[in-house]
Nanobody, 126 residues
Framework: QVQLVESGGGLVQAGGSLRLSCAAS????????MGWFRQAPGKEREFVAV????????AYSDSVKGRFTISRDNAQSTLYLQMNSLKPEDTAVYYC???????????????????WGQGTQVTVSS
């Protein structure tokens, strides 16, 4: 089993920055991809960013590209999401997720991810 625990959420003004962390524990070998999703009230969970095991392959949603950066520290079994130039529409619960297979056709589908964290709230005020 794998446990994922997010931290770093909070309240920030528009234009500000936050860094989310996701600590992984348990059987982390084989977690070939790790990603971030978010869910705003009344909306479906949406893909934000993903990285492969090495960090050499990453992908972002169009809505965050150029503002958010995903990275991972395998020595610390930790995933990060640096969020800059935050907007009110970034307000959501952010979830860390992990899966065992990288799809060259895309890694946007939540169903591809077996393990999920409990989420951390990010609120951006205007």
């Amino acid at each position: 089993q794998v446990q994922l625990v997010e931290s770093g959420g909070g309240l920030v003004q528009a234009g500000g920055s936050l860094r989310l962390s996701c600590a992984a524990s348990g059987r982390t070998i084989g977690l070939f991809k790790m990603g971030w999703f978010r869910q705003a009230p009344g909306k479906e969970r949406e893909f934000v960013a993903v990285t492969d095991w090495s960090g050499g392959s990453t992908a972002y949603s169009d809505s965050v590209k150029g503002r958010f950066t995903i990275s991972r520290d395998n020595a610390q079994s930790t995933l990060y999401l640096q969020m800059n130039s935050l907007k009110p529409e970034d307000t959501a619960v952010y979830y860390c997720a992990a899966g065992s297979q990288w799809y060259y056709s895309g890694n946007y589908d939540p169903l591809q991810y077996r393990y999920w964290g409990q989420g951390t709230q990010v609120t951006v005020s205007s």
